[in-house]
């Protein structure tokens, strides 16, 4: 039988964490590198551009990405929020590709593979919670990004939920703010990805607030 920590032991241990600054940090604290984070939220209301620009700030961490747009794949709709998000400034960091994931899988496995996956979206995926997890004791080195469609404020689906509730970070999308809904949750706990957009959608308040902070 394995033997237990103590909490002495589980204290000592060094976790190697994103040193997340600035609204990044307010929103989600430090995570961990490696885990799964699941976003999940409406259509229309920030999803896919905060994705976006999370990914962009993990690259400046020297991470290369793998966007597995199996919901939309090679659209102009995507090509449309890729020009948004300006991606081409990373261009060599972040990769765009439409493939099941068996293929995802021979591709993390090569040398040097990308350090953080993005399946878009779970739905689409067509994984159940036992194939997630499967996946995911085969990538225990990568960080794997799951969005997933929403049915009211839950995820869409069984699989869906189980997935959100064994995630290390679980973010909601509403009103173009991306907000934390644990394990790490930063003193403010969300991030607006749209401050005009998020103005609108939550009042005044919010536009106030950002002209305040900068």
């Given amino acids: 039988m394995k033997r237990g920590l103590t909490p002495t ?20 604290d430090q995570p961990e ?3 799964v984070w699941f976003i999940w939220g409406h259509s229309g209301n920030g999803k896919t551009s905060f994705v976006l ?13 793998i966007y597995n747009s199996l919901e939309e794949g090679r659209r102009k709709t995507m090509q449309n929020a890729f020009r948004r998000a300006m991606m081409k400034e990373v261009t060599g960091r972040v990769l765009l590709v ?3 994931i068996e293929q995802s899988t021979v591709r993390l496995k090569k040398r040097g593979s990308a350090d953080v996956l993005v399946i878009d979206s ?3 995926a067509n994984l159940s919670f036992k194939q997630y997890l499967a996946f995911k004791r085969l990538h225990p080195n990568k960080l794997i990004i799951i969005i997933s469609q929403a049915e009211g404020k839950m995820p869409k689906g069984r699989a869906a939920k189980d997935v959100m509730f064994d995630a290390d970070l679980k973010v909601w999308v509403e009103g173009h703010r991306a907000i ?6 930063g003193m403010k706990g969300y991030y607006t990805n749209w401050i005009k957009g998020a103005a609108r959608y939550w009042g005044q308040g919010a536009l106030e607030e ?4 900068n």
């Fill in 9 to 28: 032991e589980l204290d000592a241990i060094k976790f190697e964490v994103y040193d997340f600054a600035g609204e990044w940090m307010e929103a989600f």
């Fill in 180 to 185: 934390s809904k644990g394990r790490y949750i």
């Fill in 98 to 100: 439409q493939e099941s």
């Fill in 210 to 213: 950002y002209e305040y902070i």
């Fill in 33 to 35: 590198i490696t885990g």
């Fill in 53 to 65: 620009k999370l990914i962009k700030y993990l690259t400046t961490f020297r991470k290369k990405v």
């Fill in 122 to 124: 779970f739905q689409y």
